[in-house]
């Protein structure tokens, strides 16, 4: 019974999804070539959303912290120094070379190399211990993004003003040129993470009852690591940081479908994400007219609401 509620929920959800998209791309469409760019956009927004989404559920169940989001382990950092370093040693002209699939290539191995290190090594050595894996991944965040101001603040004004092109997230500068590797890579991830739903649901509850249960806890926790650090390494190379958007659609989602099922908990992620990100951009763009970026404002509404569950998880813990 239960089940065929959250169905028509995601129903719901896909129903008005399509409706968004749909007037997006077909709105004042007035060539070919429109029309197409705007098909291409929004499959970047679902490959986007679904990589954002899935990596959240899967995250704040590994670490059993419903605040807690991938963006927070660096490797959106890690993006930005890696093309601050490009920048700082090499001149923009070698940042502009670098484009299409080899910069794609080469951003989405480094970060995935990186994040490999701080979960799967430091996973090792220090006992499965998730807590002290997260904080080592927020002071290398830390130091990466350090860096990366120092470098920047030594920029010549021009060159640092195409760094900023580069890092800032933006729906409007997506590498089109790379979409398809991007699908063909999300979307094998898509079918292995199926096996993983029902581990999931178990990890949930903790380690402790996981192993009890019989899951192999530090192999699963480990291989659902690399998946959330492609999916989130895709993301950032495609649309740039979005730090902020897996927390919100991830909450959404969990008082709108309120199951313990990650397989409804990840579609139900990744259409409140289309909604909110196209909705955004058709209230923006085609009804106001603004050239605001959307993602400024997601960011922005983001940290406000990632502020309001700290407190609010402060007072929880208080009361108790």
Known sequence: MQDKIIIKK???LFIAAIILISFYILFDAQSEYILNLRIKKMAAIVLVCYATGYSTVAFQSITNNNILTPSIMGLESLYIFLQTVVIFFFGSSSLAKMTGMTEFIASLILMVIFSM????????????????????GMVLGGLFGSLSSFMQVLLDPNEFLILQGKIFASFNTIGYSYLSISAAIILTVLFISLYLMTKLDVLSLGKKTAISLGINYSFIVKFIFAIISILISISTVLVGPMTFLGIIV???TRQYLQTYKHKYKTIGATLIGIILVVGSMIIMEKLLSYDTAVSIIINFVGGIYFIYLIVKENKNHVRN
Do not use: D, G, K
């Open 117 to 136: 290190i701080v979960y799967v090594l430091l996973f090792e050595r220090l006992s499965a211990n998730v807590n002290m894996v997260v904080l080592c």
């Open 250 to 252: 991830v909450s959404i």
């Open 10 to 12: 995601i129903t719901i």
